[in-house]
């Protein structure tokens, strides 16, 4: 299994109640009903306060790197992608467990 973490940060002066961002977070919220490689889906906005945390982070699950691929490339994914990168820039990390 594969798991695929990323976290968001928002660019500047931009917000949660921001209707790109409320737009962004409706594409990928229910991604794992529309992509059937995913195993895992969860995803959630950022509780701490401390000046290094992220924003806003998806945790995935996947069967292997071929399933990771077909997500990314995936068009429901590339359009939520489209959407995020208007307002924020994120990290990953792709990991097995």
């Known amino acids: 299994m594969i798991r695929h973490l990323v ?8 917000d949660r109640a921001d209707p790109r961002v409320e737009a962004g ?4 919220r229910s991604l794992d009903a529309k992509i ?8 959630g906005w950022n509780l701490s306060d401390r000046p290094i945390a992220y ?15 077909r997500y990314v490339e995936h068009p429901e994914h590339q359009a ?12 990953i990390a792709d ?3």
């Open 95 to 97: 990991y097995t467990y």
């Open 7 to 14: 976290l968001f940060k928002l660019a500047e002066g931009v």
């Open 25 to 28: 977070y409706e594409a990928f």
């Open 36 to 43: 059937p490689e995913i195993r895992f889906w969860e995803l």
């Open 55 to 69: 924003d806003f982070a998806i945790n995935s699950g996947f069967d292997d790197a071929d399933a990771l691929r």
């Open 80 to 91: 939520g992608v489209a959407l995020w990168k208007e307002f924020s820039t994120w990290v």
